[in-house]
């Protein structure tokens, strides 16, 4: 399956790019698209060892790391904003 990745904030430095796709296997999680993320940039997966370090959100929901994903899925991912 083909997910859209889309990068803001930290997320987006890390990983160079504001837009990504990503092929997944059927029944993958969210954890499953963050550990791929993390093997092919190893600084994303510092950022992501923490997991309140990094918002993933489908439709303006949050998703916790054990959601499935879906064929088409667009995924948006980004740090949490600064609080003063």
Known sequence: M?????????????????SLERSLPEGATVAT?????????PEFARLARDEDAVIVMRDRTHLDRTTPLADGDV???STPPVRD
Not at 6 to 17: E, H, I, N, P, S
Not at 33 to 41: C, F, I, K, Q
């Open 33 to 41: 698209l963050l550990d791929r993320l993390g093997e092919a940039n």
């Open 2 to 18: 083909n997910v859209e990745l889309r990068c803001y904030g930290a997320v987006r430095a890390t990983l160079g790019a504001q």
């Open 75 to 77: 995924v948006s991912l």
